[in-house]
């Protein structure tokens, strides 16, 4: 079982539409992190949070520490958005512990 | 800004042989951190470094080691190579506990 579960695994979308996509961790991190992964490999960092929300243009993470709980949004949807997005869960260590991805597909 | 630099971008290796991938963290990073991503999977970790010392280890197998150098330059050196190994391999820089930036990867392709 992995220790970061995220849905669904698989999204489509017409553009313009809103976009959430959850990750729930089973212990406790020092952050979570959200990656983003085009076809061809490339890793991007879009955000790195420990408590409450961050926002970049327009894509919103937050994170529910004690329900354990992170979500993805991604307002106005674009088909440039169309990538895998990755929760990864950063321990004390610091290494990542990612989740299984959630392919998104965003049609004109 | 510069950015993670991971070379080859590509390696075809056989059976047995070695491979050695290299990274550039950024400039001012202290950590550098190994994931290996295979087909279809999720990126799993190698192994990091903090300041040239080991900080954590992995599922890195024992014919697998890498070190920092003084110029906070990672290699990861791969011997005894097996079709398993074919993977994408990451590296990411980061300041001490801060977000994590990746390279661009290594395609290793074992035949």
């Known amino acids: 079982k992995n220790e970061v579960e995220q849905s669904p695994q698989n999204l489509t979308a017409q553009e313009g539409e809103f976009i959430t996509i959850n990750c729930s961790y089973s212990?406790?991190?020092?952050?979570l992190h959200w990656l983003q992964q085009h076809p061809g490999g490339g890793i991007v960092s879009l955000f790195m949070?420990?408590?409450g929300k961050k926002k970049h243009g327009r894509l919103i993470a937050t994170i529910n520490i004690q329900e354990k709980h992170s979500s993805l949004h991604i307002t106005a949807s674009h088909p440039r958005d169309s990538a895998v997005y990755i929760c990864?869960?950063?321990?004390?260590?610091?290494?990542?512990?990612f989740g299984t991805g959630t392919r998104l597909q965003v049609f004109p | 800004a510069a950015g993670v630099i991971q070379s080859p971008r590509h390696l075809i290796k056989e059976k047995r042989e070695t491979a050695t991938l290299k990274c550039y963290p950024i400039p001012r990073h202290d950590t550098v951190y190994w994931y290996q991503q295979g087909p279809g999977q999720d990126p799993q970790f190698l192994i990091s470094f903090y300041e040239k010392m080991q900080s954590d280890k992995g599922s890195i197998p024992d014919r697998f080691s890498a070190q920092q150098f003084s110029d906070y330059h990672s290699e990861l050196n791969m011997s005894s190579l097996e079709l398993g190994d074919s993977a994408l391999y990451f590296c990411?820089?980061?300041?001490?506990?801060?977000?994590?930036?990746f390279g661009a990867g290594t395609r290793l392709s074992v035949l």
């Open positions: 212990v406790g991190i020092s952050a």
């Open positions: 990864a869960a950063q321990y004390n260590t610091d290494k990542l512990i």
């Open positions: 949070l420990s408590s």
């Open positions: 990411a820089s980061s300041s001490r506990g801060g977000i994590q930036y």
